[in-house]
């Protein structure tokens, strides 16, 4: 089971920083077409939350180190304020909601780290009790107590 969700992992990884392109080009095919494309940017937005909660569960299943986790759940939280704090102030707020393409780009940057760093994560050892060093036999440990 490790195995698949490493793999559905390193897929999802990769996946959130190109769905944040494509939440882009549909603010460039807004601004410079005058086509309205905001409602299928909004959507798209909104239903991305998707991927960085599947990152969490995948990094869970898949046992990922804690390093990876704590990313993830910070990209998370990152994605939260963007998408649901900022764009929903912008009429009350409009000093505040000018900071949703700025927490765009901390968010693209947050996600490609991750999606860079995901295969050397996913090829990483799954320490699991049996073969950790802490559960491990005095004797294997070293100990210092006389024979």
Same mark, same amino acid.
């Given at each position: 089971?490790?195995?698949?969700?490493?793999?559905l *992992?390193?897929?999802?990884?990769w996946l959130?920083?190109?769905? !944040? #392109?494509i &939440?882009v080009?549909f +603010?460039? #095919? $807004?601004?410079?077409?005058g &086509?309205?494309?905001?409602?299928?940017?909004?959507?798209?937005?909104?239903?991305l939350?998707?991927?960085p909660?599947?990152? !969490?569960?995948l990094? *869970?299943?898949g046992?990922?180190?804690r390093?990876?986790k704590?990313? !993830?759940?910070l990209?998370?939280? !990152? *994605?939260? +304020?963007?998408a649901e704090?900022?764009?929903?102030?912008?009429a009350?707020?409009?000093i505040?909601?000018a900071f949703?393409p700025v927490?765009?780009?901390?968010?693209?940057? #947050?996600?490609?780290?991750?999606?860079?760093?995901? /295969?050397?994560?996913?090829?990483?050892? +799954?320490?699991? /009790?049996s073969? $950790? =060093? =802490?559960?491990?036999p005095?004797?294997?440990k070293?100990?210092?107590a006389?024979?």
């Amino acid at each position: 089971m490790i195995t698949w969700t490493r793999r559905l *992992y390193l897929m999802a990884a990769w996946l959130f920083p190109v769905a !944040i #392109l494509i &939440q882009v080009l549909f +603010v460039g #095919l $807004s601004l410079f077409t005058g &086509q309205a494309y905001w409602s299928t940017h909004r959507d798209l937005g909104h239903s991305l939350a998707v991927l960085p909660l599947l990152l !969490i569960i995948l990094s *869970y299943l898949g046992r990922l180190p804690r390093s990876e986790k704590l990313l !993830i759940w910070l990209l998370f939280g !990152i *994605y939260l +304020v963007q998408a649901e704090v900022f764009a929903a102030i912008r009429a009350d707020v409009p000093i505040l909601a000018a900071f949703h393409p700025v927490l765009a780009l901390v968010l693209f940057a #947050l996600a490609l780290i991750i999606a860079l760093r995901s /295969p050397t994560a996913v090829r990483t050892e +799954v320490h699991t /009790p049996s073969t $950790s =060093q =802490q559960h491990a036999p005095a004797e294997e440990k070293g100990s210092l107590a006389p024979d």
